[in-house]
């Protein structure tokens, strides 16, 4: 099974703040990874497909980069609105895995 | 709109049996895999079954391998999960969707 491992688990931060979230899959899994967005009591919610993609209706300020076994997302400017925890998900090899998660908080 | 609602989710004991099921529209159903992904409660999001969009293909994480059984049917734009022998390492909610929406969930709790 492809294990991805996702840092920091924790990331404090305030509002205006540039953070960065990595996914290190445990071998190549091309560009096939999404990031989701998951607020206390809602459904995770994609922002990013295909590793770089932004989803539509999502903020410019979110971005994704990578491709192979390291990648990253990028909020530019945190919003109160960011504060949730983040996810990735490689879809390349059954099964699927989830990143740990990584949660924003003040 | 895309949408995808869940049902079927209670309070089961241990050894039981339940059976989810998944409402979707706004999109052709038949054109899509669909997923189903779940969380314990204070834990993170774990993959767990996927279903080919014609039915023919599926695949499970090992921890439901055996017990678990995704299905689909396209002419009421529905996918399922048959869930045997629970445990209580089974109780979270339960999401299904395609890999860009998921539906809000429906709970699972496995308890004596």
Not at chain 1, 80 to 86: I, K, L, R
Not at chain 2, 46 to 66: C, L, M, P, R
């Amino acid at each position: 099974d492809i294990q991805m491992t996702q840092s920091p688990s924790s990331l404090p931060a305030s509002v205006g703040d540039r953070v960065t979230i990595t996914c290190r899959a445990s071998q190549g899994i091309r560009n096939d990874l999404g990031w989701y967005q998951q607020k206390p009591g809602k459904a995770p919610q994609r922002l990013i497909y295909a590793a770089s993609s932004l989803q539509s209706g999502v903020p410019s300020r979110f971005s994704g980069s990578g491709s192979g076994t390291e990648f990253t997302l990028t909020i530019s400017s945190l919003q109160p609105e960011d504060f949730a925890t983040y996810y990735c998900l490689q879809h390349n090899t059954s099964p699927y895995t989830f990143g740990g998660g990584t949660t924003i908080e003040i | 709109q895309v949408q995808v609602v869940e049902s079927g989710g209670g309070l089961v004991k241990p050894g039981g049996s339940l059976r989810l099921s998944c409402a979707a529209s706004g999109f052709i159903f038949s054109d899509y895999y669909m997923n189903w992904i779940r969380q314990a409660p204070g834990k993170g999001l774990e993959w767990i079954s996927y279903i080919s969009n014609n039915g023919a293909h599926t695949q499970y994480a090992d921890s439901v391998k055996g017990r678990f059984t995704v299905s689909r049917d396209n002419a009421k734009n529905s996918v399922y999960l048959e869930m045997n022998r629970l445990s209580t390492e089974d109780t979270g909610i339960y999401y299904c969707g395609r890999l860009d929406v998921w539906g809000q969930g429906t709970t699972v709790a496995v308890s004596s």
